[in-house]
């Protein structure tokens, strides 16, 4: 409204007076008060996008946490589950070898139980199967001795009864 309703006129009639003192009294006092606004403003600004800055580096200083974290529980559950599948392998491979062990030691009526049909399972059943084989063919051999034995003393006691027969004659 200043430039229109009073320096317009003003200049219409070239009094330059005048207009220097409407600028001095009241543009600059208007100019002085628009600028410190517009500081006011500015710093504002800046203490909002320092707060938006600090609110940013929370949340990322969260976020990392939160990352860090569910990596290491992810590490966690994968050494658990690691360890879960290593014990489901060698606690049975550890049954097979002890009845291995006990079917060499003699013991031909060890038998491994392994209730999977998984690989370790067919391993039990072949090991049992195994064994046995081996129990029975030693059955076998056992009373092949026997019959042998048998056969021996008969063989001996019919030697025995030639020889005196033959010392007889």
Do not use: W
């Amino acid at each position: 409204a200043i430039v229109t309703d009073q320096l317009f006129p003003l200049s219409r009639k070239g009094d330059q007076a005048a207009i220097a003192r409407i600028r001095a009294e009241e543009v600059v006092p208007l100019i002085e008060t628009v600028n410190r606004s517009l500081d006011v403003a500015a710093e504002h600004s800046l203490e909002d996008a320092e707060l938006e800055r600090a609110h940013a580096g929370d949340a990322y200083s969260r976020t990392r946490q939160v990352i860090l974290l569910l990596l290491v529980v992810s590490l966690a559950l994968g050494i658990a589950m690691a360890l879960a599948v290593a014990r489901l392998v060698t606690r049975p491979l550890a049954r097979c070898v002890r009845t291995l062990r006990e079917v060499g030691s003699g013991d031909l009526t060890a038998r491994v139980t392994i209730d999977s049909r998984d690989e370790l399972g067919q391993l039990g059943t072949q090991l049992n199967l195994t064994a046995q084989s081996v129990a029975e063919l030693v059955q076998q051999v056992t009373e092949n001795a026997d019959q042998l034995g048998s056969a021996s003393e008969m063989l001996s006691a019919t030697a025995t009864q030639l020889s005196g027969s033959a010392e007889e004659t």
